[in-house]
């Protein structure tokens, strides 16, 4: 791993209200990860279901993005028989465009490679474009509908793929986005 890659993925990084970083996500952050899932999504997980999910050990990865120790962000992973499925991915409102869902894919993307998946996949609304453009950027691409997946709001999803994702040529778009996430640190600027 290259050392910007190292650094996107797993701690640098500037956000209004100062420096964040990327941990493990643990119990004692589940509060606010829960929180967070009120405001941006119409049914969201229980409390219950993180910490189930986090008890899965080996088959789940879950992170959140912290600033000035506060739960700003998170994502999870599902890896089995060598396919990733990122399982969610959130922010805060008040901390949306600024680079905090593009560190958080980065480094579940990262994580996957790491845990041998060769393909990684996931669902997004129809309606959310601006998510759409950062999973294009990692590679995914629309592969199918899910009929009114996200029933509670009538709405379907999209099913993305990326693929061969252990390959050199995707350890290289990975670099190059962890060099863009870098040299935006470096400018100290929000996106």
């Known amino acids: 791993m290259t050392v910007a890659l190292r650094r996107a993925t797993h701690r640098r990084g ?13 119990r004692r952050h589940l509060k606010a990860v829960v ?16 910490l189930s999910e986090l008890a899965m050990g080996s088959t789940r990865a879950y992170y959140v993005a912290l600033v000035g120790g506060e739960v700003v962000g998170y994502a999870g992973l599902m890896v089995a028989v060598g396919e ?39 669902e997004v609304r129809v309606s959310n474009t601006g998510a759409q453009a950062l999973y294009h950027e990692f ?24 693929h061969d994702i252990a390959t050199e040529e995707y350890g290289r778009r990975l670099e190059l986005i962890a060099a863009r996430v870098a040299e935006h640190d470096e400018r100290g600027g929000g996106e």
């Open 14 to 26: 500037q956000a209004a209200g100062g420096a964040f970083e990327i941990v493990p996500m643990r």
């Open 35 to 50: 929180a967070i899932e009120q405001q941006v999504f119409p049914t969201p997980w229980s409390l219950s279901l993180y």
């Open 84 to 122: 990733g499925h990122v399982t969610t991915i959130g922010v805060s409102p008040r901390f949306q465009r600024q680079g905090i869902g593009r560190r958080l894919l980065l480094r579940l993307a990262t994580t996957a490679r790491e845990r041998g998946a060769d393909d990684l996949t996931l």
């Open 139 to 162: 590679g995914f691409a629309p592969a199918g509908i899910r009929k009114n997946y996200y029933a509670e709001v009538n709405e379907d999803a999209i099913v993305m793929w990326a």
